[in-house]
């Protein structure tokens, strides 16, 4: 069964600060996707980013990076440099060749950025 | 741009009534999904749907039913709504598994905030 798990429930930082997000997985398949997504308080789930089961690449955008480790199934999410406008809700979802199509979602993470 | 959207942002509704909410999206997806979002418990899948006329049960179907009779459009139905579906529900879309451009990316609507009194 296919399971994500977001320890964090709540965090809350000081603007500036740097934050990381965690995420941990569990999947039988060798084939999947993993995502971020953000919820700002608007409502609207945002898609970040992708990433498939064989590309172990970190990847950086902007102030964002992710940090994924096959070895741990993990895929952590990190905010350099925090600015009040990342306060949202940030969910971690995977998807395999099990689900086809549907993502299991963890519970999502609550950051507040404070200035 | 990817565009999801649902028929309203906030809905009252009484006990008892009958519950439509509507969901389009722009891009010939597939599969279209309605969840439910409440604090604490995070996304549920309610219903889903890999093509027109198609549609399975997700973790929470109870209570809900679902129709897509085309493609662009998919709606989410409380027979008769009550106190403890007062929720948020989301409706998402992506294109189908295995498809040349499946990613699975699930693309989302703004959300419509039901209460039920």
């Known amino acids: 069964a296919q399971k994500v798990t977001q320890a964090q429930t709540e965090i809350s930082v000081v603007e500036k600060e740097d934050v990381t997000l965690d995420c941990v997985y569990e999947?039988?398949?060798?084939?999947?996707?993993l995502f971020w997504y953000k919820q700002p308080p608007s409502g609207e789930l945002v898609f970040l980013i992708r990433?498939?089961?064989?590309?172990?690449q970190n990847e950086i955008s902007g102030r964002y990076s992710w940090n994924f480790q096959k070895s741990t199934s993990s895929f952590n999410f990190t905010i350099t440099a925090s600015q009040v406008v990342d306060s949202a809700v940030y969910f971690c979802a995977l998807s395999d060749n099990t689900n086809a199509g549907k993502s299991t979602f963890g519970d999502g993470t609550t950051l507040t950025v404070k200035p | 741009d990817v565009k999801v959207t649902q028929s309203s942002r906030y809905l009252v509704k009484r006990t008892g009534e009958k519950v439509f909410l509507e969901c389009v999206q722009d891009m010939d997806h597939e599969n279209m999904f309605w969840y439910r979002q409440d604090p604490g418990l995070g996304l549920r899948l309610i219903y889903f749907?890999?093509?027109?006329?198609?549609?399975e049960k997700g973790d929470i179907p109870e209570g809900y039913s679902v129709s897509r009779e085309k493609k662009e459009r998919f709606s989410l139905i409380l027979e008769s709504a009550s106190t403890n579906q007062t929720s948020m529900y989301l409706c998402?879309?992506?294109?189908?598994?295995?498809?040349?451009?499946?990613?699975?990316?699930?693309?989302f609507g703004p959300g419509t905030r039901l209460t039920v009194l």
């Open positions: 749907s890999y093509d027109v006329k198609m549609k």
């Open positions: 998402a879309s992506s294109f189908f598994a295995g498809a040349r451009m499946s990613t699975d990316t699930q693309y």
């Open positions: 990433r498939n089961s064989f590309d172990e």
């Open positions: 999947t039988r398949d060798t084939t999947y996707y």
